[in-house]
């Protein structure tokens, strides 16, 4: 029977000199930063809460009570193909992983074979049947496999992340462009109901000049007044139908294949979870990515360190020769070989040490880019800390501006009907409060969005009861 002991002796010495090994790699520290205790920006009751980045970033756009909404997020969940891409990149980012463990472990291989000889001029010839089976295995003396290891690993993670960030800013993009179309919706209801009174007052103006009452000028200010109207409404039904096919392509469809019929406005803005500024370094993913980044850069310096350090190779093969292959595993001759060589590169002009420097420069450049994504974060929850308060403010003041501007509107068409105001007064009446209605819903559209964007900034909502991904 083929021995296989002169392979395990050798696998098993290997093994004490692999666990005698030392890793190269820099102890890891997360680039320093200081970090703010609160928020400038932020409301009273805001406190601390301790997520992490792998944690469901909660289905939070259902805050604002609308079926359709909570479906194209689902179906953008489902198949937008940002979001695809992005666990593509994580699978492959995986099986690398799993190929660089591999490294750690012997190439084991076997082989049988039948071969014949002979000839006029040889004095035998015959048949031989060989079997063997042999090892290869880089040892691990200095720690570069397992900083390799180590590297894709941390490149894995970061990848990881990079799926909730695709998630997030995803979910974010189409629940803005949803929220501004629905705006549209309220403004363009606003606008036609405008134009039926733009169409009453013209009709009006036409009596009044055939009874010789009302000024020709008059019938035409009614009418250049309802024809900018119309023509704005249709620039709105162009803006809307640019948002539907955007709203389609982030869910995943063709813009051919969803139609938004227009619903009755929901005005509503939901309360974001608070969160402090150290919060922002495990909420967000894309900071969570970004930290990683540097992990795997740090044990990039490992892996160039060792390549400065000899290689030790083991190889070992055990196996059998016999004339008629049913011989092998009875009889026949056995042969054995083991083997084991080193490997170091004398002169090489600094090449080596030049990726060294290299590896650490490319460390350096990923900590900077870590602090530039946290500051970032900070920056973009402070805006949308601003926006969020300024805008509900201004919705309240042009709510009761719009109410004003519409008695005004109704007042002055009856002081025009009793001959105490010229056409001109209605006119300006009118357009003042028509822009009084389309800027009072918008103030709403940009809280809402406001919301979204302040959920974006501090990593999304939280729901314990969605599975993480």
């Not at 520290?29 to 809460?49: D, N, S, T, Y």
């Not at 010229?422 to 919301?451: G, P």
Request: proline share 3%.
């Amino acid at each position: 029977m083929m021995s296989l002991r002169p392979l395990r002796s050798a696998l098993a010495a290997a093994l004490v000199v692999a666990a005698a090994g030392c890793s190269l790699v820099p102890t890891y520290q997360r680039p320093a930063l200081q970090i703010p205790a609160e928020f400038k920006e932020a409301p009273a009751g805001w406190h601390a809460v301790a997520p992490a980045d792998e944690q469901s970033r909660g289905e939070w756009w259902r805050g604002f009570n609308d079926p359709v909404l909570d479906g194209l997020e689902a179906d953008a969940t489902a198949h937008n193909q940002t979001v695809a891409a992005a666990v593509a990149a994580y699978d492959g980012e995986r099986a690398l992983l799993r190929e660089s463990r591999a490294g750690l472990w012997p190439d084991i291989s076997g082989s049988v074979g039948v071969s014949k000889s002979g000839g006029s001029a040889s004095t035998s010839s015959g048949r031989r049947a060989n079997a063997t089976v042999s090892g290869a295995w880089t040892i691990d003396l200095f720690g570069g496999l397992r900083a390799a290891v180590a590297q894709n690993n941390a490149s894995m993670l970061a990848s990881r992340a990079s799926i909730g960030n695709a998630l997030l800013a995803i979910h974010a993009q189409l629940a803005s462009d949803y929220l501004q179309l629905r705006g549209m919706d309220a403004q363009l209801a606003a606008y036609q109901r405008t134009i039926a009174g733009y169409q009453r007052a013209l009709t009006i103006t036409q009596n009044r000049y055939k009874v010789g009452v009302a000024a020709h000028m008059d019938v035409l200010q009614a009418e250049t007044t309802l024809r900018n109207a119309q023509s704005q409404a249709t620039d709105m039904q162009r803006q809307r139908a640019t948002l539907e096919h955007a709203v389609a392509v982030l869910s995943g469809r063709a813009p051919a294949d969803l139609t938004l019929v227009a619903q009755q406005w929901n005005d509503r803005v939901p309360a974001v979870p608070a969160a402090l500024p150290s919060d922002l370094l495990q909420r967000r993913p894309d900071v969570a990515a970004a930290e990683r980044s540097v992990m795997a850069a740090n044990a990039s310096i490992g892996v160039q360190r060792a390549a400065l350090f000899p290689s030790l190779s083991l190889s070992a093969s055990s196996g059998r020769s016999a004339q008629v292959l049913g011989d092998l595993a009875s009889g026949g001759s056995a042969i054995w070989s083991l083997g084991l060589t080193g490997a170091m590169t004398l002169l090489d002009w600094g090449a080596r040490s030049a990726r060294v420097d290299q590896a650490r420069a490319s460390y350096e450049q990923s900590a900077a880019n870590y602090r530039q994504t946290v500051l970032s974060a900070l920056q973009q929850t402070e805006d949308a800390l601003v926006d969020l308060r300024s805008y509900a403010d201004e919705a309240a003041n042009l709510k009761a501006s719009s109410e004003a501007a519409d008695k005004v509107e109704q007042m002055t068409l009856n002081q025009y009907l009793a001959g105490m105001a010229d056409y001109t007064t209605v006119v300006t009446a009118q357009n003042t409060a028509l822009a009084a209605r389309r800027s009072a819903i918008a103030a709403v559209v940009q809280q809402q969005q406001a919301a979204v964007t302040l959920t974006q900034a501090i990593g999304g909502g939280w729901d314990d009861t969605v599975p993480a991904r």
